[in-house]
């Protein structure tokens, strides 16, 4: 059975910021993980690179951030006043906060604080950052009814990224 749409597929990976060398996340000693193709799960450069594997393969691939997290946003900065964060005791940098806006919650981390300002970013921290994978596919099964129609796998450890 090889990867395609709507076939539930396990991997083991570990990603790699290309730039700087550091591993950013790894399944290594731990769950892998379990995803449904083809219904935009994962990211869209990763499940290009799995299109048409068998179990058992091995590979590692190059993700640049546009098939990654997206490309680096500066309109995604903002400064927001600092009565915007109230009832919490110390805004800092390297916070995350979830604000709710109109297109749902969006994830921000605040990179500055000044007296009556915050400036925070709703990047995704991996934005503008090429990628590595390493690879190695587990299993691969069809998908049942109820998640195609739900968009994802149920059950065996299969979490959101």
């Given amino acids: 059975m090889t990867i395609s749409q709507n076939k539930v597929v396990t991997i083991h990976y570990k990603v790699v910021d290309t730039a700087s060398g550091e591993t950013i996340d790894s399944s290594e000693g731990g769950q892998p993980m379990t995803y449904l193709h083809g219904a935009q799960n994962i990211i869209p450069g990763l499940e290009q690179a799995l299109e048409g594997k068998t179990v058992g393969d091995e590979f590692e691939v190059t993700i640049a951030a546009g098939d990654a997290y997206g490309e680096y946003s500066e309109d995604r900065v903002q400064q927001v006043p600092m009565e915007a964060f109230q009832g919490v005791e110390q805004v800092e940098p390297?916070?995350?906060?979830?604000?709710?806006?109109?297109?749902?919650?969006?994830?921000?981390?605040?990179?500055?604080?000044?007296?009556?300002?915050?400036?925070?970013?709703?990047?995704?921290?991996?934005?503008?950052?090429?990628?590595?994978?390493?690879?190695?596919?587990?299993?691969?099964?069809?998908?049942?009814?109820?998640?195609?129609?739900?968009?994802?796998?149920?059950g065996e450890g299969g979490h959101h990224h």
Avoid: C, W, Y
């Fill in 94 to 154: 390297g916070m995350a906060f979830t604000a709710q806006t109109p297109n749902g919650p969006v994830n921000l981390i605040v990179t500055e604080v000044d007296e009556a300002m915050v400036t925070v970013d709703a990047n995704h921290p991996l934005a503008g950052k090429s990628l590595s994978f390493s690879v190695k596919v587990e299993s691969i099964r069809e998908a049942s009814d109820e998640e195609m129609a739900h968009g994802h796998v149920h």
